[in-house]
């Protein structure tokens, strides 16, 4: 049975870090793409960033290019993703996804498994 297992959300300070991590069992990990995506209350899941399966090629949506850093450990079957400033658009419910394929996308119908999600929220 598959299973991704994200971890590292919760409440967060605009202007602080955040680093998630997505641990990934019964598959194999490193015939898979991976990516991390974003859910807000009230809009649809959008894209954040992919890795393709070697680590080697990766992509991010524009609102987080140039600002986070997604990367995989296909030894330890993890993917990681850390936005080092957090913006308020950052907020929501983060999802890590395996693809069907070694090669990252953008489109949610690329993904065939998924994480239960994390919630990031902005501590007051």
């Known amino acids: 049975q598959v299973r991704l297992q994200e971890s590292g959300g919760g409440l967060v300070q605009l202007g602080g870090a955040l680093s998630l991590s997505c641990a990934a069992s019964?598959?194999?990990?490193?015939?898979?793409?991976m990516a991390w995506f974003r859910q807000s209350p009230g809009k649809e899941r959008e894209f954040v960033a992919g890795i393709s399966w070697s680590g080697v090629t990766t992509m991010y949506a524009d609102s987080v290019k140039g600002r986070a850093t997604i990367r995989r450990n296909n030894n330890n079957q993890t993917a990681y993703l850390r936005i080092p400033i957090l913006k308020p658009g950052d907020l929501g419910d983060y999802y890590c996804g395996a693809a069907e394929t070694g090669w990252q996308a953008e489109t949610l119908n690329e993904y065939i498994y998924w994480g239960q999600g994390t919630q990031v929220t902005v501590a007051s």
């Open positions: 019964g598959l194999t990990f490193n015939e898979h793409a």
